[in-house]
């Protein structure tokens, strides 16, 4: 018998007489507490982590650098009063671009996101906590 990620595993007799190695979950007694200690110490969730503050840090620091760059510019300085095309001005162009920008963010998060669920995941497995116990 090998030990797995998710439990133990036990050897199967079929009725064609072949043998297969299966999985076995390990019951929990009522009120089990998760070892979160033990989780947050596991090479699964610290890569999480990791890959989590390399995108979030960023981006977080893009958004509200443009988004309170803006607000300064069109008080304090007349730099986006110039005329960009007729009478559309370059504030129309930065203010346009911070929608166009929030929808990019929004579309790579919810890529990334989906990527983060998964990691997540793994590691839950890991520690033999499926799906439905986490919902």
């Not at 309170?68 to 300085?77: A, D, E, G, H, P």
């Not at 990019?104 to 439905?132: C, G, P, Q, S, W």
Request: overall charge negative; charged content about 25%.
């Amino acid at each position: 018998m090998a030990k797995t990620i998710a439990g133990s595993e036990k050897t199967i007799a079929h009725p064609n007489g072949n043998e297969r190695q299966h999985a076995v979950r390990e019951e929990r007694p009522e009120g089990h507490i998760p070892d979160f200690q033990a989780i947050e110490e596991s090479a699964g969730f610290r890569e999480l982590m990791r890959r989590k503050k390399a995108f979030l840090v960023p981006t977080t620091v893009l958004f509200l650098g443009l988004y309170l760059l803006f607000n300064v510019i069109i008080s304090y300085t007349n730099l986006l009063d110039a005329t960009f095309i007729g009478d559309i001005s370059w504030v129309w162009v930065f203010a346009f671009g911070l929608f166009a920008m929030t929808w990019i963010l929004v579309t790579v998060y919810m890529k990334r996101a989906a990527k983060f669920d998964e990691m997540a995941r793994e590691t839950l497995v890991e520690f033999n906590y499926d799906k439905e116990e986490n919902r």
